[in-house]
């Protein structure tokens, strides 16, 4: 009978042994590599043949640091696209401001040079809000009683006529625009000195020459002037510009529809006439001068009363 152990149990070289053995030929290999070089074709064929294991193997690190960097791309674009944005709105904000800052100024420039040359005292005034009535065209202004204004005083810009004061307060007023439906503004027109009255409300922002002859020489771009014959509005301001000129063939009367040459709803700033002519009363020639004491005439040969008992005794 054969009582050798199975190969399963069979022990060749002690672990020791195999140790050793496999470390010296591992630094037998080192050498000879180091010192010949002999181990640069294995090394090719093994890398070679190792390649395609390697790149599937690291599959899973790429996708993971491609994930991450998408992540992380994502957000900075994100935030720079929100700083971008940001800095947009703020360039676009400053070049609004800017622009609209250049306008006033050379509004105010232009309302300086008109205050400087008006014969007519003048008051600055800004517009503070449009009055809340909707069927009405109403501002109210900055300025009031206690700066001089008065009910009737005209409201001008640098352009032309914006409208009248109708109500006083101490320190705010209100303006009516000439576009209101209940405004009329006698003018004239500077090329030929046709005179009507411009009404407002006809149309939006419009004014409306009513009941002019048909035949009446008007042409599309006259300009109107006021005329001063309501004592209100000084003569000469310019006041609106002939855009629509309708005449039929069954009336006797044309319909023109004038554009005011003021900026009526585009500033902020404008000038309040203090005009008088209107306002107060003109002596009239029938009004006797303070009576003589002595009851003889006076210097211009008028009788005077007779004298009071003081003055005779």
Do not use: W
């Amino acid at each position: 009978m054969d009582y050798s152990p199975p190969p399963l149990f069979k022990q060749g070289m002690s672990a020791v042994a195999r140790l050793v053995f496999y470390v010296t030929i591992s630094l037998a290999l080192l050498i000879v590599d180091a010192r010949y070089s002999a181990m640069n074709v294995a090394r090719q064929v093994a890398g070679t043949v190792l390649m395609p294991i390697e790149r599937v193997v690291l599959v899973p690190r790429d996708a993971l640091r491609a994930l991450l960097d998408y992540g992380q791309s994502s957000a900075m674009l994100a935030s720079e696209n929100r700083d971008l944005r940001r800095r947009a709105v703020e360039q676009a904000d400053g070049s609004v401001r800017q622009a609209q800052l250049e306008a006033e100024n050379q509004q105010l420039r232009k309302l300086l040079e008109l205050q400087q040359q008006s014969a007519t005292p003048v008051t600055t005034a800004e517009i503070l809000y449009e009055a809340r009535d909707p069927y009405s065209q109403r501002i109210v202004i900055d300025r009031g009683s206690q700066h001089g204004l008065r009910a009737g005083f005209p409201v001008i810009d640098e352009r032309g006529v914006v409208g009248q004061v109708t109500r006083v307060t101490p320190f705010q007023s209100e303006v009516t625009l000439l576009t209101d439906k209940e405004q009329a503004i006698p003018v004239q027109v500077v090329r030929n000195g046709l005179r009507s009255v411009a009404y407002g409300g006809a149309r939006a922002g419009l004014l409306d020459l009513r009941f002019m002859a048909a035949s009446a020489d008007l042409q599309q771009g006259d300009l109107l002037v006021t005329s001063g014959l309501d004592g209100v509005y000084p003569p000469g301001l310019p006041v609106a510009k002939i855009v629509q000129i309708e005449r039929k063939a069954d009336t006797a009367f044309s319909r023109v529809y004038c554009e005011p040459v003021a900026g009526v709803r585009s500033h902020r700033q404008l000038l309040v006439l203090r005009y008088e002519s209107g306002l107060t009363a003109k002596p009239s020639e029938d009004v006797s001068p303070e009576p003589a004491k002595s009851g003889r005439p006076d210097r211009a040969g008028r009788p005077g009363r007779p004298a009071t008992k003081e003055a005779t005794q």
